[in-house]
């Protein structure tokens, strides 16, 4: 009888506990949600800050699926395109070519998740634009390792602080990708 008892209770679930939300629902607060949308789907850990999300809230978040590491630093949510998530991996948004290729896909209908990278550049290299001052790009056996991806091919990088706020987090504004792409050795 009591071993019954002491079985009972091992299977039991502790009542005071919290299991959240099932894993993979994508459930975001409202201001995070608002967040994600005002800013492209990509987000900064100082950003998520701003609107009380703490570390251990955000770890929640990640832990179930509703935001994902994109680097150091920076989140997105799940839908994000793997293109746009793999530029940022890269140190910012879709430049040049990749920038325009995107653009058009936007202005045809098609929808970005379908993009692949060798829709964005007749070579399948990427362009990416990062900031003027940003130390170092990692290399593409590294974000392999770290992100247990395929290697991607060496990307196609664009210094400018101007361009990379010039649009939005997927992609530098269209009249700049224009200039770059006119400028680009990699064309």
Not at 67 to 76: K, N
Not at 145 to 157: A, F, H, L, N, T
Not at 166 to 172: E, I, M, Q, T
Request: charged fraction near 25%; include cysteine; glycine fraction near 8%.
């Amino acid at each position: 009888m009591r071993r019954e008892v002491s079985e009972r209770r091992a299977k039991r679930r502790p009542t005071n506990s919290y299991s959240g939300a099932p894993r993979g629902t994508g459930f975001l607060p409202n201001s995070v949600l608002r967040l994600l949308h005002r800013h492209g789907g990509i987000v900064s850990t100082s950003e998520l800050r701003s609107v009380h999300v703490d570390q251990t809230h955000l770890e929640l978040l990640r832990y179930y699926g509703s935001l994902q590491a994109v680097r150091q630093g920076w989140h997105c949510h799940p839908s994000l395109p793997d293109v746009n998530r793999l530029a940022w991996r890269f140190g910012g948004p879709l430049a040049c070519v990749s920038a325009l290729a995107y653009y058009d896909a936007l202005d045809s209908g098609r929808e970005p998740t379908t993009l692949t990278l060798g829709d964005l550049s007749d070579d399948g290299r990427l362009h990416v634009c990062v900031v003027s001052n940003q130390p170092r790009i990692p290399g593409t056996a590294l974000l392999a390792r770290r992100w247990s991806i395929s290697e991607p091919r060496e990307p196609s990088i664009h210094w400018s602080t101007a361009a990379y706020r010039s649009g939005d987090r997927l992609a530098v504004a269209r009249h700049v990708a224009l200039l770059q792409a006119d400028r680009c050795d990699d064309t």
